[in-house]
């Protein structure tokens, strides 16, 4: 089995590769930059905006596999960049290449924020699909374009929904290694709308759940969640408390969050149920690795 995953040096992707080797795949890695080959995986440099380059990729390989993570996620203006439009389009281009190619299986990565969060609960069977950003009707239409192409050739297909990750090599500006980088410089962390509740997962179990999804015959929409929900304040004082910083943080700052819904709980059945992976990290554990590995570079 051959699997090219995009994304490859990403946040989640890099997280993947070696979990795939241990499933027995042969690991085709994309990477926009040239990259050196780490057997056993296997890198390859393309630009997946370009489609002649896909073409010849995808020629090249004939993967049996595809796991497509790649999209554009630059943090503060992925939301609703006009770049969304752009990756659609590659995306759509990929699927159909594949197809072209005698591709098998295709698992791409989707957003909670293709659900309605008025609902507060995400349930893939349950809670209707209507997001209002360009990031979350963009993943939502690559969704829809590879299920009814699935249902046309016949290859086999999954949709992994991601919620709120955290964990090493995540951006600097985002939630989790912001507050652990000002905290260990000894400043305060002014964090917004602690009430907030949302379902954090340790990236490399979300990792470890999309390699399960891959290899398994599941089919559709499947939550990559933890099923556990916080609040941002527990998150955060957890964080405090574990670097002994607990009069270091504050609670009062407005919020430019484009997604304000105070409470978003995820459902994890099909994960927990149907794929057969349940996370190996608790919130504590995945915040005390995170440190550790933000102390290292710090």
């Known amino acids: ?12 992707g890099f997280h993947c590769l070696i979990k795939l080797i241990d499933r027995g795949f042969e690991v085709h890695a994309l990477s926009s930059i040239k990259r050196s080959d780490l057997p ?12 002649k380059e896909i073409t010849a990729l995808i020629g090249d390989i004939k993967p049996t596999h595809l796991l497509h993570l790649a999209w554009y996620t630059e943090h503060g203006s992925f939301w609703n960049s006009i770049e969304n439009f752009e990756w659609l389009q590659a995306s759509l281009f990929l699927m159909r290449t594949f197809v072209e190619f005698g591709g098998q299986r295709y698992v791409g990565a989707g957003t909670c924020a293709e659900y309605d969060w008025t609902h507060k609960f995400c349930s893939e069977n349950l ?69 907030y509740i949302r379902d954090f997962m340790y990236v490399e179990d979300v990792a ?15 939550n990559i969640a933890s099923g556990k929900s916080f609040s941002l304040q527990h998150v955060i004082n957890t964080i405090a408390n574990l670097l002994g910083k607990e009069s270091h943080v504050q609670f009062d700052a407005p919020s430019d969050d484009v997604n304000n819904t105070s409470e978003l709980y995820a459902d994890a059945y099909r994960l927990h149920h149907e794929v057969g992976f349940h996370s190996l990290y608790d919130l504590d554990t995945g915040l005390s690795l995170t440190i550790e590995s933000i102390v290292k570079t710090f």
């Open 1 to 12: 089995m051959k699997v090219l995953v995009t994304g490859a040096h990403g946040f989640i």
């Open 40 to 51: 056993p995986v296997i890198w390859h440099q393309a630009d997946l905006l370009v489609s």
């Open 127 to 195: 809670t209707p699909c209507r997001p209002n950003t360009l990031y979350g009707t963009s993943k939502y239409s690559s969704y829809l374009m590879l299920e009814s192409l699935a249902n046309q050739t016949g290859i086999s297909s999954a949709w992994g929904r991601i919620f709120f990750l955290y964990g090493p090599r995540e951006s600097k500006l985002r939630l989790v290694p912001s507050a652990i980088n000002s905290l260990l410089r000894g400043d305060s962390f002014v964090c917004s709308h602690g009430q």
């Open 208 to 222: 470890a759940a999309f390699v399960a999804l891959l290899g398994s015959d599941i089919t559709g929409a499947v």
